[in-house]
């Protein structure tokens, strides 16, 4: 008897009462098995809702009542999957699908190369002068390699048609696994009764070109799963609790509760949301909002989850803990929109499973049509296997995957990593981009700003000073220094660094700190930095500055016809500048993620297809919303995890490259779809009319393939104009402030 498992601490209970629990499913091969695994959960007593996320694998269910969680594994195991709860276990097992599925291919390829060259043999000794004996020899090597090989190669569609058949049902697998199967059989019957054609070399082919198509759709798919469900690893697992004496003690952060308070060290990541009680910092809320530009904090100010604290220690009263924080909130915006944009997905179950029983009632009705007719056995096994090979869905299965690797390829090289497989189909109808402010049309590190008659010498000063801060900001100034950090410096929390140099103290940090005046025409959006030594003054300002082709590229995306918007988490003042610059009408700022998660629902709802292109965590349910995203390299890595491409550089070209490389991939996508279908429609009547054998058969099915693969090839050509991953990484020279904020 299997020992029982307690699965109830994975139970979540909803506010109307329903119980909910996420399960990370294997096993899952295609897009019938959707179908297959919510139908199958749905039948369960009390089960209100099941929903599976392709692309994470997850299994998201609820139900009514006094449900029994180890019953839905139990389920899921009778219908031919193994289920865990989810905890972010199925990364490990697909990268070890993705392995196996690329040595099956490769011994594929092994076979049909070597099994390819003896039947060249045969057919060139066929219409000349092979002896039966030499033939029967190369028959039985190729048999040798062929079925050893088509065993092991053929496991990923064995596996998954036998899982389809024992819970009574069909997939795309079942008629391949057939065809497969009945083309060695026959070859093999064929081979010991001495006959002149065997269809050893049909049988790996086929096996090849699906692996092949298999393997591209998998890596594709598993390059989106990376982060997606470990937001919570952005807060810190431990945090400082005070207990009744006012002592701090060491709790994990979801032990933490509304009205506790916490002690947040120096440097360490806040572990939940709260009020600031005692204390003031700079906080870097990069990860929350997506500004890189840390906030200065006192009493009363409100934190969240994931910031990193500044130099100053804070005391904080929780008013979030648990599973109730802005990261929480987060991530379940992330899954709500991902599983809404699953749609295509289900698009796919609907042909799969039409798919498999006709191509099986055309191969059956053939069969039984000429044994009526009259024919032998053997000839209507042998054209039934033909129908088989022939409507295997090569061609389809490439169509699309040849054109994306082609097209990847391409946008590699215009700096654009591709992380989702059906990106280019989404980008191909965009008609609305969206972009983020800081870090996007920005660059992500800061600049400074001189005002004109700043003195050089007082410049290096500054830059030296920084070097002895733990400020963000004053990083940035430290990139500018020029020899070491001067000595006996202090750091003041919340204030910036003093010292003494040549008998004159000498300070840099705050306005206030260093009892100075912010010049008139200091830039409106820059943060200022002030150096006091003894009575002089310099004021520096860091701003985050345009990109170097932001003006150029908004306007070659205004005039491909596109409507171009901002929305942003940072203040009014510096968004409606860099809208300005641009030339951007419609802009939003000060926006949460809810409220750009709105914004974008608003945009659909009015018919419009977007592309979204953020960096921040406030933008990851954004990106995942929106119909196609982009995210700079500079972004955080659960944002990166949620666009379907990542672009290098400091330029915005590669989102004009995606665009580009998008449509005409789109086009020729369509093309190949377009041959695919014609194909179909000449080959499937001849093989059903006798005049095909499954040698013809593997070759015209082949021959479909190779011709929407050169076809595909076209998608390589880059466009005019259009720069290679070197060029978008080489670094450009900034901007100066008229041009960032004119």
């Not at 031919?80 to 990268?95: C, K, Q, S, T, V």
């Not at 006012?246 to 949301?273: C, F, H, K």
């Not at 001067?486 to 010292?499: H, I, K, S, T």
């Not at 104009?721 to 670094?731: D, L, N, W």
Request: net charge neutral; hydrophobic share 50%; proline share 5%.
């Amino acid at each position: 008897m299997a020992q029982a498992v307690d699965y109830s601490i994975f139970v979540a209970t909803e506010a109307d009462g329903r119980s909910q629990m996420s399960l990370a499913v294997d096993g899952i091969d295609c897009a019938a098995c959707i179908s297959d695994i919510e139908h199958g959960v749905m039948a369960l007593p009390g089960v209100v809702r099941a929903r599976l996320n392709y692309s994470t694998h997850r299994l998201t269910v609820e139900w009514d009542g006094a449900g029994e969680p180890a019953a839905l594994v139990g389920r899921l195991e009778t219908l031919g999957y193994r289920a865990h709860p989810f905890a972010g276990r199925a990364e490990e097992a697909e990268a070890k699908r993705a392995q196996w599925l690329l040595r099956c291919l490769g011994v594929a390829g092994f076979a049909m190369m070597n099994v390819m060259l003896l039947s060249v043999s045969v057919w060139a000794g066929n219409v000349t002068d092979i002896t039966p004996e030499t033939r029967d020899l190369f028959h039985w090597l190729s048999a040798l390699i062929a079925l050893p090989a088509a065993a092991y190669a053929g496991q990923p569609f064995f596996q998954s048609a036998l899982r389809a058949l024992r819970t009574r049902s069909l997939n795309m697998d079942v008629p391949i696994s057939l065809g497969v199967i009945l083309a060695l059989g026959m070859s093999l019957v064929e081979t010991i009764l001495h006959r002149e054609h065997a269809f050893f070399d049909s049988a790996v082919m086929l096996l090849f070109f699906l692996l092949a198509g298999r393997y591209l759709d998998h890596e594709a798919r598993r390059r989106t799963r990376a982060v997606a469900g470990n937001l919570a690893a952005l807060r810190g697992e431990m945090a400082q609790r005070l207990d009744a004496s006012g002592s701090p003690v060491w709790v994990p952060v979801q032990a933490l509760q509304t009205g506790d308070r916490i002690l947040v060290a120096a440097g360490e990541r806040i572990g939940a949301d709260g009020v600031v009680e005692v204390g003031s910092s700079a906080v870097d809320e990069a990860l929350i909002t997506g500004e890189t530009l840390p906030r200065a904090v006192v009493a009363g100010d409100t934190l969240y989850a994931g910031s990193l604290n500044g130099a100053g220690a804070l005391t904080l009263r929780v008013t979030a803990g648990g599973e109730g924080t802005l990261i929480d909130d987060v991530q379940r915006l992330l899954d709500g929109a991902l599983s809404q944009r699953a749609g295509y997905v289900r698009l796919a179950d609907r042909v799969a499973r039409l798919y498999a029983p006709v191509v099986h009632l055309t191969a059956f009705i053939s069969a039984i049509g000429w044994l009526l007719l009259g024919a032998s056995a053997h000839d209507a096994v042998m054209i039934a296997v033909a129908v088989l090979i022939i409507t295997c869905p090569c061609a389809l299965a490439l169509a699309v995957p040849a054109v994306q690797v082609v097209a990847t390829g391409r946008l590699f090289r215009a700096g654009l990593l591709v992380n989702a497989g059906d990106m280019l189909e989404r980008m191909a109808g965009v008609d609305t981009v969206v972009f983020d402010k800081t870090g996007t049309l920005t660059l992500p590190e800061p600049e400074l700003r001189l005002t004109a008659d700043a003195d050089p010498d007082l410049v290096a000063l500054a830059a030296r000073l920084a070097l002895s801060s733990r400020h963000p900001l004053a990083a940035a100034l430290a990139r500018h220094a020029v020899g070491p950090a001067l000595d006996g410096v202090e750091e003041m929390p919340g204030a910036g660094v003093r010292g003494t140099l040549e008998g004159q103290e000498v300070r840099l940090g705050s306005l206030a700190f260093c009892d100075a005046v912010l010049p008139p025409d200091m830039a409106p959006t820059a943060t200022p930095i002030a150096l006091r030594w003894g009575t002089r003054t310099l004021v520096i300002g860091l701003d985050q500055a345009l990109r170097p082709d932001a003006v150029q590229v908004v306007a070659d995306l205004k005039a491909r016809g596109l409507d171009v918007r901002i929305l942003s988490g940072d203040r009014e003042g510096p968004v409606a500048a860099v809208a300005r610059t641009l030339g951007i009408a419609h802009y939003g700022a000060g926006l949460r993620p809810a409220d750009k998660i709105a914004a974008l629902e608003r945009l659909k709802a009015e018919g419009h297809m977007v592309l979204m292109v953020g960096d921040g965590l406030n933008d990851a349910p954004a990106l995942a919303a929106a119909r196609v995203s982009l995210s700079p390299a500079s972004g955080v890595a659960v944002t990166q995890a949620q666009a379907d491409a990542v672009f290098l550089g400091q330029r915005l070209a590669p989102v004009r490259a995606a665009i580009d490389g998008a449509r005409t991939a789109a086009r020729l996508m369509r093309q190949n779809l377009g041959l695919a279908v014609a194909y179909n429609f000449i080959a499937v009547p001849l093989a059903v009319s006798g005049h095909v054998t499954p040698l013809v058969a593997a070759l015209a099915m082949s021959g479909s393939s190779i011709l929407v693969t050169l076809n595909a090839l076209r998608a390589g050509r880059p466009a005019r104009g259009e720069r290679t991953a070197a060029e978008a990484k080489a670094p450009s020279p900034a901007l100066s402030t008229a041009e960032a904020h004119s």
